[in-house]
Nanobody
């Protein structure tokens, strides 16, 4: 199955931007739909953006218009451009297939704070 590796998180002020990256390492099996999930402190993990291999995308209402997902289906890599970040975007972000079929990676922490 390989391993999912997320990167790009950090500390940013409200209104700032970050770009997250994800790579499926050690697996050449193509993933039909990939997504970005996040888990905020004390909350359940939620799907915030998804991208099919053909390019169709879907976003949670909470991030629509601010986040942009993109991927290279042939390489099982994916990015999440996050703009106009809000304090409520603070969470650990993970990538995985949609639906979830692979072990979770360690995620990358995004902290939005002034």
């Amino acid at each position: 199955q390989g391993q999912l590796v997320e990167s790009g998180g950090g500390l940013v002020q409200p209104g700032g931007s970050l770009r997250l990256s994800c790579a499926a390492v050690g697996s050449s099996v193509p993933i039909s739909v990939m997504g970005w999930y996040r888990q905020a402190p004390g909350k359940q993990r939620e799907l915030v953006a998804a991208c099919a291999s053909g390019g169709n995308t879907n976003y949670a209402d909470s991030v629509k218009g601010r986040f942009t997902i993109s991927r290279d289906g042939a390489k099982n890599t994916m990015s999440l451009q996050m703009n106009s970040l809000k304090i409520e975007d603070t969470a650990v972000y993970y990538c995985n297939s949609v639906p979830v079929m692979r072990p979770w990676g360690q995620g990358t922490r995004v902290t939005v704070s002034s």
